[in-house]
């Protein structure tokens, strides 16, 4: 669990700085402040994108579809993607 959305809400509160709660909670500034400026990849948005395809060719299986005949069908609707890649983004979604 990341302590960083609580430091921030602090910083809501009181309306100063993140130090005393990066202090209290042993986090340095920057690494707040590189994950709140944190701004998602293309990597990570193509991969939201395919994982909501995913899913919706997973329920229209009514859940019994594994990786190779998601990635089978995504094959058939003409996106070429890798199998690792359908199996990790399955996996990830649980």
């Not at 700085?17 to 990597?43: D, G």
């Not at 995504?74 to 070429?80: A, I, K, M």
């Not at 199998?83 to 990790?88: F, G, H, I, M, S």
Request: glycine fraction near 6%; charge should be positive.
């Amino acid at each position: 669990m990341s302590v960083f959305p609580f430091i921030e809400a602090e910083k809501a509160q009181r309306h100063d700085t993140v130090a005393p709660s990066c202090a209290l909670l042993e986090v340095s500034r920057s690494a707040f402040y590189e994950w709140h400026q944190h701004r998602p990849k293309r990597r990570e948005l193509a991969d939201r994108e395919l994982g909501e395809r995913i899913e919706a060719i997973w329920q229209a299986a009514r859940g019994t579809y594994g990786w190779p005949r998601v990635w089978n069908a995504l094959r058939n609707d003409g996106v070429h993607v890798g199998r690792k890649r359908v199996a990790r983004i399955m996996r990830q979604r649980g």
